[in-house]
């Protein structure tokens, strides 16, 4: 599968060009005269392919949890360059870059998210779409999953395509303020409410 991968959920903005068993990253490196928008567009330019972005299989997004106005500006732009390249996109959580493909069993994943703590997850890699099974915002954790470039090209042909219409943020409060989503809106089976 040939999927863009736009990662503004990360610590360090990020797109990506999935092809085979590879991922061919640029990072932005934001500074205060550039705007997202610019960044991104420059990331683009450099990883467009000769074909044209119709030689795409799809468009994959980080929709979080991560910083509120990169997941936003993430968002808008897959759901742009979706609908003008008539893609369907992948809905991807930060989580899902950090499992290991290999195991088919429930795995514990956590990074820091900013001020608000670290954000941990079960994210089950034997059921179908790689579904979240719980998740919390904690103030401490033990150490940072690392991401993985072999876990995004397994999502992208596990987690279930949509259409740009439907991405949503996935946004985390404590556990105590009310539910943790998924990209669609609906409580995370096993997160408080």
Known sequence: ?????IDFASAVPRCGLVSADAVRWIELEPN???ARGR?????????APEE???ALDALACVTGPGPMTGVRVGIAATIGL????RLPV???TAWHLRVDPSIRDEQEVQFPIGRAGWSWALVD????GWPIRASRVDRAADEETPL??????????TVARIDAADLRPVYLRPASVDPQFDVFGRPLAGAAT
Do not use: K
């Not at 890699?125 to 179908?128: F, I, L, N, R, S």
């Not at 993985?148 to 042909?157: E, H, K, N, P, V």
């Open 52 to 54: 044209g972005w119709r």
């Open 125 to 128: 890699t034997g059921a179908p």
């Open 1 to 5: 599968m040939r999927a863009l991968v």
């Open 32 to 34: 205060p005269e550039d």
């Open 90 to 92: 992948v809905p991807l």
């Open 82 to 85: 979706a609908r003008g390249a």
């Open 148 to 157: 993985r470039d072999d876990a995004l090209i397994a999502a992208l042909q």
């Open 39 to 47: 960044l991104l567009y420059q990331a683009l330019e450099r990883l």
